[in-house]
């Protein structure tokens, strides 16, 4: 459970970073539907990451808010960049 959510949170990240806004048919990627799905299992993630560090579950909810807000103003960010360049 928590390697699949770790794999969509780094590629969204990767994703991001590098500015590839598409997917594999060179249409949009699904950013607001990949937050939707690490936002729904973000205290399932929670709770096996902390059993995996020995972590309190909540230490480790903090953790996981601050890198989805992070990944969220990031869409935003880039959204912005969009409109302006268009």
Do not use: C, P
Request: aromatic share 4%; hydrophobic share 35%; no cysteine.
């Amino acid at each position: 459970m928590y390697e699949g959510y770790l794999h969509l949170e780094l590629e969204v990240v990767r994703r991001l970073r590098e500015g590839e806004m598409t997917g594999n048919n060179d249409d949009k990627y699904d950013f607001a539907n990949a937050i939707r799905l690490l936002s729904a299992h973000r205290e399932n993630a929670a709770r096996a990451q902390a059993e995996q560090r020995n972590v309190t579950a909540a230490a480790v909810r903090a953790s996981i808010d601050r890198k989805v807000e992070a990944i969220r103003q990031q869409v935003r960010q880039e959204k912005g960049r969009e409109s302006n360049s268009n």
